[in-house]
């Protein structure tokens, strides 16, 4: 069954702005913690970003911050990534990911320590 769902993807000229949103299911990840991850073709899936909980603790890799911001409402089930200024070299399949939360920073910045992945959505940016 599908448990996490990406959508907002799309084709995007140099310097606009997209916002991703990853929908979950509640009884499933209460109590996870959130995270974006991306890969270019030919890369290895990169770390983008997370979020606790509770939305009071984010991390960014060093490339996106000041331009990405993360949040998620769960009200609504919903992790989001707003990207404004994007680069050509965003452009790659972007994933949301769930893992249970941990008192160490460094976790949340590797993909082996995500369980749960949606099925990406494609972010193209043109220069």
């Known amino acids: 069954q599908v448990q996490l769902v990406e959508s907002g993807g799309g084709l995007v000229q140099a310097g606009g702005s997209l916002r991703l949103s990853c929908g979950y299911s509640r009884r499933t990840f209460s109590m996870y913690a959130m995270g974006w991850f991306r890969q270019a073709p030919g890369k290895e899936r990169e770390f983008v970003a997370a979020i606790s909980w509770s939305g009071g603790t984010t991390y960014y890799v060093d490339s996106v911050k000041g331009r990405f911001t993360i949040s998620r409402d769960n009200a609504k089930d919903t992790v989001y990534l707003q990207m404004n200024s994007l680069e050509p070299e965003d452009t790659a399949v972007y994933y949301c990911?769930?893992?249970?939360?941990?008192?160490?920073?460094?976790?949340?910045?590797?993909?082996?320590?995500?369980?749960?992945w949606g099925q990406g959505t494609q972010v193209t940016v043109s220069s």
């Open positions: 990911a769930a893992t249970p939360t941990s008192d160490s920073s460094k976790y949340y910045y590797l993909s082996p320590n995500y369980a749960y």
